[in-house]
């Protein structure tokens, strides 16, 4: 009986180390998200504070280039979907 319940002790043991081990990942992990998050709200504001600037020092230029920008989307656009449509019929 004692070799029993000597395995079960040993077995009990190594679920509670596996567990703890387990919550202290999803512990570091989380706070690795956080200031992921943390990170990329910050660069976002950077990025926006960029583009703001940058529309106030040369309006023109900016809106030639999401102008340009928007006119080549919408061409590959077309182009994708008419060769799609040729490859269906």
Same mark, same amino acid.
């Given at each position: 009986?004692?070799?029993?319940?000597?395995? =079960? *002790? /040993?077995? =009990? /043991?190594?679920? $509670? @180390? /596996?567990?703890?081990? *387990? %919550? +202290? =990942?999803?512990?570091?992990?989380? +706070? $690795? &998200?956080?200031?992921? /998050?943390?990170?990329? %709200?910050?660069?976002?504001?950077?990025?926006?504070?960029?583009?703001?600037?940058?529309? !106030?020092? &040369?309006?023109? #230029?900016?809106? &030639?280039?999401?102008?340009?920008?928007?006119?080549?989307?919408?061409?590959?656009? %077309?182009? &994708? #979907? @008419? +060769?799609?449509? !040729?490859?269906?019929?």
């Amino acid at each position: 009986m004692t070799l029993l319940a000597d395995i =079960q *002790t /040993k077995a =009990q /043991k190594s679920f $509670e @180390e /596996k567990a703890a081990d *387990t %919550v +202290r =990942q999803v512990e570091h992990f989380a +706070r $690795e &998200a956080r200031a992921l /998050k943390a990170r990329a %709200v910050h660069d976002f504001e950077d990025l926006r504070d960029a583009a703001s600037l940058r529309v !106030r020092r &040369a309006p023109l #230029t900016t809106a &030639a280039t999401v102008f340009g920008a928007g006119v080549l989307i919408g061409a590959v656009c %077309v182009w &994708a #979907t @008419e +060769r799609c449509s !040729r490859r269906e019929a």
